[in-house]
């Protein structure tokens, strides 16, 4: 038999590192990605420079939850809620931006949100009732995630979320409405309108750093309660609720959607783009 001549440390760990960097980044690009937490507005949720893992390939899959924590992009009506920094455009300072997308650390951007999902299309939303809570058609909904509410005697203010009061909005076909834990500094769909169910990255589903805050983002019983009673969002006049995937299906169809980088929500080939992030 014929052994196999083995190969060099000095030249084993470095094709060994190529082929991990190559794995963190299909990972990455279609699977899980870990995301930087640069602001208050989900506290005590998510606690500025918490790490979150989000899963982006759920909503391929099915439609999001109220209640589920999502990353997205903002539309142009969402003013980020921190400046920019500037960036270079070095080879250095772009291979530092990538190493540190990977492992959730480098510096967000302008463009990317992290919020609660609270309602979705055909959703009626409003507040409040006379115990100052939201109501979601109709109904009022306990948050306990909630910490320092808005005030209820501010007036409304179309482009500021400084008061906990809006008028009912009936959540447009193929968009979500969106709020912050942390209400009285989120500057959410209050104020900046609802946001596209396309535009969602994914969803956060653990906090993993740092350690001592390391728990899961499950959906709360409040929102399961509701989703129990509620199960499905009354569509807008001439809608059609978008219809659960069949599980074969969708079985069958993960395997490719990852292969070929097609998104089920766009329909479009995948393009790389930088992680930003704005909760």
């Known amino acids: 038999m014929i052994r196999r001549k083995e190969m060099p440390l000095w030249q084993e760990l470095p094709l060994l590192l190529v082929v991990a960097f190559c794995l963190a980044v299909l990972i990455r690009t279609f699977l899980v990605q870990a995301f930087y937490i640069p602001s208050g507005s989900m506290e005590n949720t998510l606690a500025i420079k918490d790490r979150v893992l989000v899963n982006k390939v759920v909503y391929d899959m099915r439609d999001p939850l109220r209640g589920e924590i999502v990353v997205f992009r903002g539309t142009d009506n969402w003013a980020p809620e921190q400046p920019a920094e500037p960036i270079s455009n070095t080879f250095g300072a772009k291979l530092g931006r990538t190493v540190g997308d990977l492992v959730g650390v480098s510096r ?159 329909g479009l080939w995948w393009r790389p783009r930088q992680r930003r992030l704005r909760s």
């Not at 409003?126 to 909904?141: F, H, K, L, S």
């Not at 409405?177 to 956060?204: E, W």
Request: charged share 20%.
């Open 108 to 266: 967000p951007g302008e463009r990317d949100f992290i919020k609660r999902v609270i309602g979705l299309p055909g959703d009626k939303i409003a507040c409040c009732d006379d115990q100052g809570r939201i109501t979601v058609n109709g109904e009022p909904i306990d948050e306990p995630y909630i910490f320092e509410n808005s005030p209820l005697d501010a007036p409304p203010n179309p482009r500021q979320c400084t008061s906990r009061r809006f008028a009912e909005v009936t959540v447009p076909a193929g968009e979500m409405f969106v709020m912050g834990d942390h209400r009285l500094v989120s500057q959410d769909a209050r104020c900046q309108g609802p946001v596209p169910i396309d535009n969602i990255i994914g969803r956060a589903f653990v906090v993993v750093w740092p350690t001592s805050h390391f728990t899961s983002l499950s959906v709360p019983d409040n929102w399961k309660a509701y989703a129990a009673a509620h199960p499905i969002a009354a569509p807008p006049a001439g809608e059609n609720p978008r219809p659960a995937p069949d599980p074969a299906t969708a079985a069958v169809m993960l395997p490719f959607l990852l292969s070929v980088g097609v998104s089920a929500r766009s």
